[in-house]
């Protein structure tokens, strides 16, 4: 009997030990599963745990402005300030206005516009996409920190007032608007306010205009022309004129050429900004990383749009040194012997190369 109980006891105790290992294991266990979650919450996930922004893992450091030292090279694409924190700034209405107006500049300062009749009916946006937000879409994320800067087409120091006005004289085919009205100064306000975080001095990586490498031929308009009839015709139409909205007011697509196009001293009418624009956002809803069109149809279809009549503008006081000439200016006299066809079609690498030279021998 008393034999049996103690050989019961000592099975209980082996019994007992055994759990009380097991439990010892599991604490053990969840002590260090406890350390772990202290360490994370500190230090944050270890990066390959992290999901990275879908445009962000294939960013192949993109080259922008390659002959503009101010660009920083850095995986960072620039990402827009949350537009509905404008409303958490002291003046909120001022960068508010300067929003709308950049978005919705025809219904304001268009040919029938609530405020001035000053420009074509283009809005600001529909080259500046999304409000000047978008990843190469031709955003401001580069403006704030880089004005005032000496620019060659004018010969002098300009300030963000005068860039502005730029555009309103050649993209939207107007007049300027007066520096110290309350439009401009919205305007300024809600470019800075975009640009706030960006260090002064740096052109952070995706603002801008895609630049495209330069082929080795001219641009083709004739192939441009059969380009433009596939992917670009069904909004912008075949005349180039787009197609306004219900209200007769604003575009819901914008036209590419003829009266209310933008001018010939615009940007865009530099075939680089114009192939270089379109890679990265056109047709409507492609995106940098996710583009349609190839580098060469690119380039032919801003030549074909760019061989359409447009308004001109009087440039004689564009470039007053013509060594400053960007190498798509297609108009001379120029500092090398390119004739001016070349320099507006290309093959745009001989120029480059000689600019380079010229560059060594003074
Ligand atoms: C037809 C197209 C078009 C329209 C419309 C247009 N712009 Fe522009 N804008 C351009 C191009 C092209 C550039 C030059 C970009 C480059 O060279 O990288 C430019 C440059 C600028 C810049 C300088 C950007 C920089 O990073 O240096 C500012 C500021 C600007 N535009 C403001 C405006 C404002 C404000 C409006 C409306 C009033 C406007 N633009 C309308 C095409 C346009
Ligand atoms: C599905 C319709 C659609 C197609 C297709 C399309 N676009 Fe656009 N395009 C637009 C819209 C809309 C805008 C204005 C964007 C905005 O305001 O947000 C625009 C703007 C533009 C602009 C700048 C504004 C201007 O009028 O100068 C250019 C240049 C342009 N498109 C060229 C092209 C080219 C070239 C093609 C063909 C490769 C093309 N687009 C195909 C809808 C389209």
């Known amino acids: 009997m008393f034999q049996n109980e103690k050989q019961n006891l000592e099975s209980i105790i082996k019994e007992l030990s055994k759990v009380i290992s097991k439990l010892l294991v599991l604490v053990v266990f969840l002590l260090g599963l406890v350390v772990i979650l202290v360490i994370t919450s500190i230090n944050g996930l270890p990066e390959i745990f992290k999901k990275r922004p879908a445009n962000e893992a294939k960013i192949d450091i993109p080259k922008i402005e390659d002959k503009n030292k101010e660009v920083e090279k850095t995986a960072d694409m620039w990402v827009a300030p949350d537009t509905?924190?404008?409303?958490?700034?002291?003046?909120?209405d001022v960068i508010y206005y300067g929003y709308k107006l950049i978005s919705n500049t025809a219904y304001y300062l268009g040919p029938k516009g609530k405020v001035a009749s000053m420009s074509n009916g283009m809005n600001c946006q529909n080259c500046h996409l999304n409000a000047g937000t978008k990843p190469f879409g031709n955003n401001y994320g580069g403006v704030a920190s880089t004005y005032p800067k000496f620019r060659e087409r004018s010969g002098r120091i300009e300030n963000i007032h005068k860039r502005v006005n730029d555009c309103f004289e050649r993209s939207l085919n107007g007049k300027t608007l007066d520096?110290?009205?309350?439009?401009?100064?919205?305007?300024?306000?809600?470019?800075?306010?975009?640009?706030?975080?960006?260090?002064?001095?740096?052109?952070?990586?995706?603002?801008?205009?895609?630049?495209?490498?330069y082929m080795d031929r001219a641009a083709n308009p004739a192939h441009g022309k059969e380009i433009y009839m596939q992917k670009c015709k069904s909004c912008h139409t075949e005349t180039g004129a787009g197609k306004l909205n219900a209200d007769g007011l604003t575009y819901q697509y914008p036209p590419l050429w003829g009266e209310h196009s933008y001018n010939n001293g615009a940007g865009l009418y530099r075939l680089s900004r114009f192939a270089g624009y379109i890679k990265s956002n056109m047709p409507q809803g492609v995106s940098y990383d996710n583009p349609q069109l190839s580098d060469e149809e690119a380039w032919d279809v801003a030549a074909f749009v760019n061989s359409q009549t447009r308004p001109k503008k009087d440039l004689h006081l564009d470039w007053p040194k013509i060594s400053g000439k960007p190498i798509d200016n297609p108009f001379g006299p120029y500092a090398d012997n390119f004739s001016e066809q070349q320099h507006k079609f290309?093959?745009?690498?001989p120029i480059e190369q000689a600019?380079?030279?010229l560059g060594k021998n003074k």
């Open 355 to 357: 600019k380079k030279t």
């Open 84 to 92: 509905s924190d404008i409303l958490k700034e002291a003046n909120k």
């Open 179 to 213: 520096t110290l009205g309350k439009e401009m100064q919205a305007i300024v306000a809600y470019i800075k306010w975009l640009g706030k975080d960006v260090t002064k001095g740096k052109k952070p990586t995706g603002s801008g205009i895609t630049e495209l490498t």
């Open 346 to 349: 290309g093959p745009f690498k």
